[in-house]
């Protein structure tokens, strides 16, 4: 088919299915500069002024398309992912310190992923600050995981409570001003005991320890990621007779004392912010 008669198909296709209105300026001219887009291969460079509208009545509650952007490319062996096109959206604020107008862009895509069995895609949002490369802030993935990418993201409901991950390991749930809360460390690397045994399936924030070698204590190092602040810890001893205390606690140790020779005790730890 030729250029011609397909662009007279798409603009037949067009009139139909749906009705377009660009404030201040009417099809014809829409279509006009859409045709000289494709003509140069530059598809969207020809942006009208004003508000598009498009319409597509009575379908009910029948789900159905209202606009649609596809990558039609199949994906190989040797180009593994074919993203769709994005929805990019641009705005500018004043800055008060340099004094100058920055441009606040972000983009919408569908990112699909290679995996083995099958593929997933993340619905991903990204932003660019004056011109700058595009960061991906958050991505929604098919299998119903949310992930803020940004390592000073965070989780808030206005005013209130705020999650926040400092690192590897570490949640933090504080005040919507971040200066008082408490932290959870679940780390997947677990403690040492230097004078006995972790119970497996032992983590900072709890678990077991049997001791040996006659000794009555010993010092807990915690596993991975350490602590922001030394947290706040209790030991519980299960013999009758352990005078068991704490003798000190930092971001990396647990040090326990007056624990019956090769006695078993268990901790509990709990961060602060």
């Known amino acids: 088919m030729s250029f ?10 067009f009139i ?13 001219t829409l279509f006009s500069k859409f045709l000289v887009d494709l003509r140069a291969g530059t598809i969207g460079s020809s942006q009208p002024v004003g508000i598009v509208t498009v319409t597509n009545s009575g379908i009910g509650a029948t789900a159905t398309d209202g606009l649609v952007l ?41 990112v699909p992923i290679t995996a083995a069995g099958a593929t997933v895609s993340g619905l991903t949002f990204s932003r660019s600050l004056a011109g700058g490369a595009y960061s991906t802030i958050f991505t929604v993935f098919t299998n119903g995981t949310h992930r803020l990418t ?38 997947t690397v677990q403690p040492t005991f230097n004078n006995g045994t972790i119970t497996t399936g032992s983590r900072n924030m709890g678990g077991q320890v049997t001791l040996t070698g006659g000794n009555t ?30 003798t000190g606690v930092t971001t990396g140790t647990l040090v326990v004392a007056g624990v019956t020779a090769n006695g078993v005790f268990t901790y509990n730890c709990i961060g602060r912010v």
Request: glycine content about 10%; proline content about 2%; aromatic content about 6%.
């Open 70 to 110: 596809t990558n039609t490319t199949a994906s190989t062996a040797g180009v593994t992912e074919q993203i769709s096109p994005r929805i990019r959206l641009c705005g500018a604020a004043w800055n008060s310190v340099s004094l100058a107008s920055e441009t606040n862009c972000w983009v919408i895509e569908n």
């Open 150 to 187: 940004a390592s000073a993201g965070t989780l808030t409901w206005n005013g209130r409570t705020r999650y926040a991950s400092p690192a590897n390991g570490l949640t933090n749930v504080t005040d919507n001003g971040q200066t008082i809360g408490v932290q959870y460390n679940n780390t």
């Open 16 to 28: 139909l299915g749906y009705t377009a209105v660009v404030h201040g300026q009417d099809l014809t």
């Open 4 to 13: 011609r008669r397909k662009a007279n198909a798409l603009l037949i296709v």
């Open 217 to 246: 204590g010993g010092t807990l190092s915690f596993g991975g990621t350490a602590w922001t602040n030394a947290p706040f810890c209790t030991v519980t001893g299960s013999a009758a007779t352990d005078t068991i205390n704490i």
